[in-house]
């Protein structure tokens, strides 16, 4: 699906044509009258369909959910930190190779890991590149950022080529979650997500790759009652009220 960027105002042209440059989208002079389109505003970058009443998607770092993440999370015994590992003074690099938003790589950075986020989409992509620019500029985010490492590639290319010098110890995987057709109807961020990037029918590819590349674990997100990536059995879970986390370990694969 090809999703042009518009910049809402004239002295945006120049900012939203390096975007459309560095994540090879068309730039576009009016919104796409038929479906999604990147909207340039003068304070983010925002997936928006303009035939809709809804609000837009835009990557926000600093407030709203992720923020309070950020100051009430839970800190390091969290689920998504004792998945990863982290304990007093471990804190591993890690690799999320399915980046989408990045959320959890977020939460993930504030607790002192460097992470490197793969994100193939180009819309995705430039979403997050936009909110990883604004969050460097706020002082309350800034140091934070300087740990996040932003990579515009598939992530199978990208693992499968990966020099052993830039092995992490950690792997995240957060796949699309599997489809339920009996569930209430998801909310508009997967919607627009399924049809922006697909259902990643080829996520179970991802599994082995990543289990051949992380020095200590992989870890795999899931929703609670989904079955295992790949039909692999991990080596311990770690439950939380609707989400699970599959943890494989590297010495006992």
Request: aromatic share 6%.
């Amino acid at each position: 699906m090809t999703i042009p960027i518009y910049p809402n105002t004239p002295n945006l042209q120049p900012t939203a044509a390096q975007l459309a440059a560095v994540f090879h989208l068309p730039l576009s002079d009016h919104p796409n009258p038929t479906g999604l389109t990147l909207h340039l505003r003068a304070d983010y970058l925002e997936l928006i369909d303009f035939n809709s009443k809804e609000n837009g998607i835009y990557v926000d770092f600093i407030g709203g959910r992720v923020g309070y993440r950020r100051q009430q999370g839970g800190g390091k015994n969290q689920p998504l930190g004792r998945a990863i590992g982290l304990k007093k003074n471990a804190t591993p690099r890690i690799i999320d190779a399915t980046a989408g938003l990045g959320r959890d790589a977020f939460v993930l950075a504030c607790l002192g890991c460097r992470i490197t986020l793969v994100e193939r989409s180009p819309v995705v992509a430039a979403l997050l590149h936009d909110g990883l620019q604004r969050a460097q500029q706020d002082p309350e985010t800034a140091e934070i950022i300087t740990r996040i490492k932003l990579i515009h590639q598939d992530a199978s290319d990208y693992l499968a080529h990966l020099p052993p010098d830039e092995k992490p110890d950690v792997i995240y995987l957060d796949p699309m979650y599997p489809h339920r057709d009996k569930s209430a109807l998801v909310k508009k961020e997967m919607r627009i997500f399924r049809q922006l990037v697909g259902e990643d029918l080829d996520a179970d590819k991802l599994l082995p790759l990543a289990c051949g590349n992380a020095k200590q674990r992989v870890v795999v997100k899931r929703p609670r009652l989904a079955p295992f990536l790949a039909e692999t059995k991990p080596t311990v879970s770690i439950e939380s009220p609707n989400t699970r986390f599959d943890v494989y370990i590297s010495n006992v694969l």
